[in-house]
C-alpha cells in the first residue's frame, strides 16, 4: 500500500543562494511599490472622475496600500534576518507531499517520521 506523506524542503544557506534570496525579496518589494504607486494615482484619477463617494474611495485605497505597505515592512524584516543568517544554516523553502511505500511488517514510527529533502544552491544534497 501506498501513503501520501509531507515532506519539508529545506535549502541550506550559502552566498549564492543568500544573493538570490536577498534579489527575490528586493524584487518582490519593489513589485510592492510599484503597485502602491499605481493605486494612488487611480485614487486620484477616480476622484476627479467618479461618481462614488470620496470618502468610500479613500477607505477602500488605504485598506488596499497599506496591505501592501505591510507586506513591504516584512520583506524588510526578511532582509534584516538575512543578513544575520549564518551561512550552512537549513532554511525551510515549503513542503511537498512524497508517495511512501507501507508494507505488512514495516514499523509504524520509521514510516510516520518526519523527512527532509535538502538542498544546496538547487542541487538535492541529502534526503532524511
Known amino acids: 500500500m501506498k501513503i501520501i506523506q509531507t515532506v519539508e524542503v529545506k535549502q541550506i544557506v550559502t552566498e549564492k543562494s543568500k544573493q538570490v534570496l536577498q534579489e527575490t525579496f528586493m524584487a518582490r518589494k519593489q513589485q510592492l511599490q510599484r503597485e502602491c504607486d499605481q493605486l494612488r494615482f487611480e485614487q486620484k484619477r477616480l476622484e476627479k472622475t467618479s461618481k462614488h463617494s470620496p470618502n468610500l474611495l479613500k477607505q477602500y485605497f488605504t485598506k488596499e496600500i497599506d496591505a501592501r505597505l ?59
Open 70 to 128: 505591510e507586506k513591504i515592512k516584512l520583506l524588510d524584516f526578511q532582509l534584516e534576518q538575512l543578513h544575520i543568517l549564518p551561512l550552512g544554516s537549513e532554511l525551510k523553502e515549503r513542503d511537498v507531499q512524497a508517495l511512501i511505500e507501507v508494507n505488512v511488517g514495516d514499523r509504524w514510527e520509521d514510516i510516520t517520521a518526519k523527512r527532509a529533502i535538502i538542498i544546496e544552491d538547487g542541487i538535492v544534497k541529502e534526503i532524511r
